[in-house]
């Protein structure tokens, strides 16, 4: 086994590296040249979309998100961007640290294992909104035997990233038909009160905005599409895969619910999020910490698997064996989640909404 303190120390190294490089402006890269001139724009009136599709996405430094997310943003615009970034980068930790807690962890190896993984390290030197969309997993775990908030923090987590749609299945699978209901309503609500107090601006280039994104980034990303042009095939080919496996995941899901198996059904939409995405960065795969918590709240060497990511690069997809690597380590963290996971989840009592 794995010495205890050589896990903590190489933890506290990389996190002290990470802050050392404040005054560096590679320091929260995502959230100081995307999220934070994009809450600028919106304190100030303005659109935060760009002109040009085409010349935001190809430098990946253009907003792409809804709205709303730039007015939650919108404090750190009261202080300079270098504090901003920090402040960032500190808040997307407890959001990886609060999410293993949430769920039932409360062995410090785990902890210390998870700020080695190179998807963590790659959501926190980009401050970018993968650790909040981790806690927001946590918390649609921690509050599923309730309506409004699994409702709340289902539909933020969408309206925010589009991927994380398979959850609302995941939710109408487990009998949460209500919730899932809820969880779109309030997700559309609070884009479309974002997009009006923006006058509607960007609102009809939006969709262009994505599909020229997607054009540009799926390949050199760590897609199923991706993967598949790395063995010749066509676009066309690796989207059609990805759909397959997509809804093989998702069947698994609606399968594993009705038999009320809940973290394996939780698992399978997790899966299937990051495997319906024509974009998935190593940072994604920061989502996946959250069922294997919930499956291991102790540590053990799977705990360590992710680390092996370092070999692949952080922007980017590398060659080779780097651009299949994360889906092997994916698909590894799947397997062991769900095998492990076949349990039937006894009544809870509800908490109260």
């Known amino acids: 086994m794995i010495s205890q303190g050589l896990l903590f120390a190489a933890a506290g190294v990389l996190v002290m590296a990470l802050f050392l490089g404040s005054g560096s402006d590679s320091l929260a890269w995502d959230f100081r040249f995307s999220y934070l001139p994009a809450a600028e724009s ?23 998100y809804p709205p709303q997310l730039a007015f939650a943003l919108a404090p750190f615009t009261l202080v300079s961007p270098d504090v901003a970034a920090v402040l960032a980068v500190v808040g997307a930790l407890g959001a990886l640290l609060g999410a293993l807690w949430i769920v039932g962890v409360r062995d410090p190896m785990c902890f210390a294992a998870l700020l080695l993984w190179a998807p963590a390290w790659n959501a926190l030197e980009l401050a970018n909104v993968s650790a909040l969309l981790a806690l927001g997993l946590a918390l649609a775990w921690r509050y599923r035997a309730t309506t409004w908030p699994l409702a709340a923090v289902l ?41 009006a107090a923006l006058g509607f601006e960007g609102l009809t280039g939006y969709p262009d905005l994505l599909r020229v994104y997607s054009e540009f980034q799926a390949e050199t990303s760590y897609s199923i599409v991706a993967v598949a042009s790395l063995f010749g095939a066509g676009d066309s080919i690796g989207r059609l895969l990805m759909l397959i496996v997509g ?59 992710p680390i092996i990511l370092w070999v692949s690069p952080r922007a980017g ?19 062991s989640v769900v095998a492990r996971s076949g349990w039937r989840a006894a009544p809870q009592r509800p908490v109260p909404a």
């Not at 997809?317 to 397997?335: D, F, K």
């Open 42 to 64: 919106v304190v100030s009136g303005d659109s935060p979309y760009p002109d040009s599709a085409i010349g935001a996405v190809a430098g990946r430094s253009g907003y792409i």
């Open 155 to 195: 539909g933020l987590a969408v309206a925010t990233k589009l991927f994380l749609w398979p959850l609302l299945v995941w939710a109408a699978a487990t009998q949460r038909l209500r919730q899932a209901a809820l969880a779109v309503g309030l997700g559309a609500a609070v884009t479309l009160v974002s997009w």
């Open 247 to 305: 809804a093989l995941l998702l069947l698994g899901c609606i399968r594993a619910g009705r038999r009320a198996e809940e973290l394996r059904a939780f698992s399978y939409a997790i899966a299937g999020a990051l495997a319906l995405s024509p974009i998935v960065w190593q940072h994604y795969l920061v989502l996946l910490a959250v069922p294997l918590a919930i499956s291991r709240p102790r540590f053990s060497m799977l705990w360590l698997l």
């Open 317 to 335: 997809n590398g060659a080779g064996v780097e651009t299949i690597l994360p889906a092997v380590v994916a698909s590894v963290l799947l397997v």
